[in-house]
């Protein structure tokens, strides 16, 4: 096996040891981006003189030499980030250091290329961008996920252990789950987030997908600048699920009822085989308002880029954007402000009912996507309400978080057809590093089966 | 804004007030978007929110205060 195919940690603690090599590490990894990037098209930029460079440089810090991949959301000193599309309307992009730049910088990592994205970031299906689709590594045809498809294309296709990708509306836990990984959204504003072109942002959070939750919670920790140590965080929680029993809450419909029969099944099994390793329960339990959260969410998101798009830039959106965007950025200029308005009033009363539901449990629990990664040419999905797009349906399960600052984390649990499926566990405000520790236990209880699998086009 | 054809009327109107440019096909984009999401907006529209403000400054990496 190539170094290149150890978990992050290890990579670090070889480097570290002395027994491994970082610069034949980085060849490795930048050979391996010539030899399947061709077909992953999961990075659209690398730079080995300057991983080089940042590996000369780079400090003693816990990703020492290892190499990693920044989705294309953030400038990096000798790149202007190009967020998947020709331009990014109303904004000038220009080379600088980042937040996510400089934590990884700090680490110790090298930053070893670009990833892809979806245009804009504005779909959780990953199959359309500047550079063309990233495909998904369990079947080229299928979609990787979005809007982190690149990161999560690349690790699951082996051309990295590790990838920072952000998600504002869940677009680190869809990709991870069509492409079969671990993708942690953090907290909001627990990552570093400097230098995204939404300044303003309320929703969007960088975040890592790897392939486990240790790897997470180690990429996670340099974009958080603090040490992920387990447990709830000091003063989180009066009681230790962990020790006195988990308790794990289930919204029942839509989130589970309107998932495809394989992934409700592969989630139930995952969620009943965290239970036993842990003990605990798993209870239903209901949030108010679930039918209105996603137009909340949408209207609250887009209205952080409202400033941008006046009528000047709309009507001189660069004619190689899009079709899909062109369109959405033209409605979104005209929604009713009182539409807008309704949602942020919803996000308080939302966040007020789940501080009240994570008073009754410790975890709440439903599939991260309702179906497997459809195809890159039609990315709609059958669900038991009907056929309907990925997007609707993937956004329906994953806007919570976003909308009320909450953490996520998708985990694979199973295959279905072929492809991952993956369960979404949502804990409370800063409680990140529980949510990795579940994520943990589960490995543990199924002996690392599912973060062990592998697509076969890199077996 | 009940139903596409009165959407298709605010569109219209919206876009020639705020002098925004669309041609055909973004057009059929939008009321393509609007339809997948309106049965969520409006139910946003109609919700009893009366009595709910929203928050002030929220720093969501917290629970609201209570």
């Known amino acids: 096996m190539s170094a290149l195919d150890l978990p992050l940690r290890e990579q670090a603690a070889q480097i570290a040891g002395g027994d491994l090599d970082a610069g034949e590490l980085l060849d490795a990894c930048l050979a391996r981006i010539e030899e399947r990037n061709p077909d992953l098209n999961a990075v659209v930029a690398t730079f080995p003189d300057r991983s080089r460079e940042m590996l000369d440089q780079a400090p003693d810090g816990p990703l020492r030499g290892v190499p990693v991949l920044i989705k294309d959301e953030w400038p990096l000193p000798w790149r202007a980030e190009t967020v998947g599309a020709a331009s990014v309307p109303g904004v000038t992009t220009e080379p600088g250091e980042s937040g996510p730049y400089r934590a990884l910088r700090d680490a110790g990592a090298v930053i070893a290329g670009v990833a892809n994205m979806h245009e804009l970031g504005a779909s959780s299906t990953g199959n359309t961008s500047l550079y063309g689709a990233a495909h998904n590594p369990w079947d080229l045809d299928r979609c990787p996920g979005g809007s982190s498809s690149g990161p999560a294309?690349?690790?699951?296709?082996?051309?990295?252990?590790?990838?920072?990708?952000?998600?504002?509306?869940?677009?680190?836990?869809?990709?991870?789950?069509?492409?079969?990984?671990?993708?942690?959204?953090?907290?909001?504003?627990?990552?570093?987030?400097?230098?995204?072109?939404?300044?303003?942002?309320?929703?969007?959070?960088?975040?890592?997908?790897?392939?486990?939750?240790?790897?997470?919670?180690?990429?996670?920790?340099?974009?958080?600048?603090?040490?992920?140590?387990?447990?709830?965080?000091?003063?989180?929680?009066q009681r230790n699920p962990f020790d006195e029993g988990l308790r794990i809450g289930v919204i029942r419909d839509p989130y589970w009822s309107d998932s495809a029969p394989g992934v409700s099944e592969a989630c139930e099994?995952?969620?009943?085989?965290?239970?036993?390793?842990?003990?605990?329960?798993?209870?239903?339990?209901?949030?108010?308002d679930l039918e209105l959260?996603?137009?909340?969410?949408?209207?609250?998101?887009?209205?952080?880029?409202?400033?941008?798009?006046?009528?000047?830039?709309?009507?001189?959106?660069?004619?190689?954007?899009?079709?899909i965007n062109r369109g959405v950025l033209k409605l979104r200029a005209v929604l009713p402000l009182s539409l807008t308005a309704r949602g942020f009033k919803l996000r308080a009363k939302v966040r007020r009912d789940l501080a009240a539901l994570f008073d009754e449990v410790d975890l709440l629990a439903w599939p991260a996507v309702p179906a497997v990664a459809p195809p890159l040419a039609e990315p709609?999905?059958?669900?038991?309400?009907?056929?309907?797009?990925?997007?609707?349906?993937?956004?329906?399960?994953?806007?919570?978080?976003?909308?009320?600052?909450?953490?996520?984390?998708?985990?694979?649990?199973?295959?279905?057809?072929?492809?991952?499926?993956?369960?979404?566990?949502?804990?409370?405000?800063?409680?990140?590093?529980?949510?990795?520790?579940?994520?943990?236990?589960?490995?543990?209880?199924?002996?690392?089966?599912f973060v062990e699998l592998r697509p076969a086009t890199v077996a | 804004m009940e139903g596409e054809s009165a959407f298709q009327s605010y569109l219209d109107g919206a876009l020639g007030t705020f002098g925004i440019d669309a041609d055909e096909d973004e057009r059929a984009v939008m009321l393509g978007v609007w339809s997948l999401y309106e049965p969520g907006i409006q139910l946003l529209r109609d919700a009893d929110l009366d009595g709910i403000e929203p928050e002030m400054r929220p720093d969501l990496s917290k629970p609201p205060a209570r």
């Open chain 1, 153 to 237: 294309a690349a690790v699951a296709g082996g051309l990295v252990s590790g990838a920072v990708g952000a998600d504002g509306l869940g677009s680190i836990r869809y990709p991870a789950a069509y492409c079969g990984l671990t993708g942690l959204k953090p907290t909001f504003g627990r990552s570093a987030m400097e230098g995204h072109h939404i300044a303003n942002t309320e929703t969007i959070v960088s975040g890592p997908l790897c392939r486990d939750a240790a790897d997470c919670r180690l990429l996670a920790s340099a974009l958080f600048g603090e040490e992920l140590e387990a447990g709830w965080g000091e003063g989180a929680r």
């Open chain 1, 380 to 449: 709609m999905i059958e669900l038991p309400s009907g056929v309907e797009s990925a997007d609707s349906g993937n956004a329906r399960q994953g806007v919570l978080a976003n909308l009320t600052g909450v953490p996520g984390v998708s985990v694979p649990v199973g295959l279905d057809g072929g492809l991952p499926a993956a369960l979404q566990l949502l804990g409370p405000w800063g409680s990140d590093a529980a949510l990795l520790d579940a994520a943990e236990a589960f490995e543990r209880a199924t002996d690392r089966e």
């Open chain 1, 269 to 288: 099994a995952a969620l009943e085989a965290l239970r036993a390793e842990v003990g605990g329960e798993v209870t239903e339990v209901g949030l108010p």
């Open chain 1, 293 to 323: 959260i996603l137009p909340a969410a949408l209207l609250v998101a887009q209205s952080e880029e409202a400033a941008h798009l006046v009528p000047r830039v709309l009507n001189e959106l660069n004619p190689e954007l899009g079709l």
